[in-house]
């Protein structure tokens, strides 16, 4: 697969302050790439350098395996700030305007509307807009043009939920069209819905990146119950795959160093005389895993 984007040891420092310190990043063709931080982690600044905006202090970076070029430019929409739209104007109004500025033909207007679902409304002035409204149409802006990259700072920021919902439709259907996606968030249930890879970002650092499912599977983690809870306990500390067994409400939470079939304990825990009344597979959620790996 095609790598879009990657980046080497960027770094950048304001004073004494250093806001990126040493950030590697790989982003394939098609992937939804989350940055995953809290703010003032680095996100925004990693976005700004990789739209030439912020220059880094030290560091490189390549994109479609070339250096940054105006040309390159053409083929990454971004949105990192509250669009800059007209009020009295209408949406199509306003993305002529934008389409003049990106010098690209209106005939693409009404496409970027459609994919947004905002061309029925595309007569209305900006300022009728619900503010969900208003993200969509700059990220229609965004696709003028059909960039095969689109980056986006905090893109549920201050939506309500319908909005949110909204929004994370919207990603995964431009990501279904093979737009790759660069994603800043600092929420952990937007990444790990929409996402497909995740990099966790903290103080300027690079903690983790991966792809979601595998991080999330780094210590898979069974819920256990049986007739016999004390036999059951013994059993389970004698399987070499277990790394830990903590009791929580009644069933044992068991930690394990690599993932297995349910099918597998249940088989195991049989013929050492311990039948299982209860088995559950508990995915870590990303929040869970996301606070233990920055703590």
Known sequence: METVLTTHQLSKHYGSHHALKGISLKVEQGSVFGLLGPNGSGKTTTLGILLDIIPQNKGSYTWFGQKPSHQLRKQIGSILE?????????????????????????????RVL???????????????????????????????????VLLLDEPTNGLDPQGIAEIRELIIAIAEQGV?????????????????????????????????????????TLELKADDMDLLLLTLKEFALVKEVKLKQGSYLVKLSESISNAEINTYCFNKGVPLTHLVSKKKKLETHFLEITN
């Open 180 to 220: 790759t996606i660069i994603l800043a968030s600092h929420m952990l249930d937007e990444v790990e819905k929409v996402c497909s890879h995740v990099a966790i970002i903290k103080n300027g650092s690079l903690i983790v990146q991966g792809r979601v499912d595998e991080i999330l599977d780094k210590e898979p």
């Open 114 to 148: 459609k994919m947004v679902k905002l061309f029925d409304r595309r007569k209305d002035k900006f300022k009728s807009y619900s503010l969900g409204m208003k993200q969509r149409l700059s990220i229609a802006a965004a696709l003028l043009g059909k960039p095969q």
């Open 82 to 110: 509250t669009p800059n739209f007209y009020g009295y104007l209408s949406a199509e109004r306003n993305l002529k305007i934008s389409a003049e500025i990106k010098e690209v033909p209106f005939s693409d207007i009404d």
